[in-house]
């Protein structure tokens, strides 16, 4: 079984840090992709990234950059001079492809999400 | 405009008064779901369907009935609501490894 964890419940910085969010996965299977997911207060669910575990390449996106890292089975997500609007509730996923066959095939593991909120 | 679309948005109701909540795609995925987010928890799976007429349980299925008779629509029943059903509940669809695209959310209350 898969699962994933993001050990900070709550974060709160002031506008212009640097925040990272960490989330650590298990899984036995080779072959997965991770995700982040960003959920604002209106509640809907946004896609930041998705990652598959051949591409250890770091990822950077404006403000969002993701370390990837398959040693310590990590996938950490940084917000270089947070904002605001950052404020959100974060996720962190896992899926495995079709070929893992049962249960797996399709099904997104969550971890518990990390509550940060930016400060004015 | 790719997207997954839940009715209701909100939803109060009363312990053992059966309700649907809606779920349609029009991306033409196989691939459907239905998740609860409660705090602390994160989103768990209750029920999935891998195409039409095919569906199984998730992690959390107890209390709910799902069924998939055509490819785009994915309704979560509750047959008996119970307090401990008060959640947000997300459905979503896929095609493997690929992004999940997720629904509104629907905020259901049991009192």
Not at chain 1, 104 to 116: D, E, V
Not at chain 2, 7 to 23: A, D, E, M, S
Not at chain 2, 56 to 81: A, H, T
Request: charged share 20%.
């Amino acid at each position: 079984a898969q699962k994933v964890t993001q050990a900070q419940t709550e974060i709160s910085v002031v506008e212009k840090e640097d925040v990272t969010l960490d989330c650590v996965y298990e899984t036995r299977d080779t072959t997965y992709y991770l995700f982040w997911y960003k959920q604002p207060p209106s509640g809907e669910l946004v896609f930041l990234i998705r990652r598959n575990s051949f591409d250890e390449q770091n990822e950077i996106s404006g403000r969002y950059s993701w370390n990837f890292q398959k040693s310590t089975s990590s996938f950490n997500f940084t917000i270089t001079a947070s904002q605001v609007v950052d404020s959100a509730v974060y996720f962190c996923a896992l899926t495995l492809p079709n070929n893992a066959g049962g249960t797996s095939y399709g099904k997104l593991t969550f971890g518990q999400g990390t509550i940060l909120t930016v400060h004015p | 405009e790719a997207q997954v679309t839940q009715n209701p948005r909100y939803l109060i109701t009363v312990t053992g008064k059966k309700l649907t909540v809606t779920c349609s795609q029009n991306m033409n995925h196989e691939y459907m779901s239905w998740y609860r987010q409660d705090p602390g928890l994160g989103l768990r799976q209750i029920y999935y369907s891998m195409n039409v007429e095919v569906t199984d349980k998730g992690d959390v299925p107890e209390g709910y009935k799902v069924s998939r008779k055509e490819k785009r629509n994915f309704p979560l029943i509750l047959e008996s609501p119970s307090p401990n059903q008060t959640s947000l509940y997300f459905c979503a669809s896929s095609t493997t490894g690929s992004v999940a695209f997720f629904g509104q959310g629907t905020r259901l209350t049991v009192v």
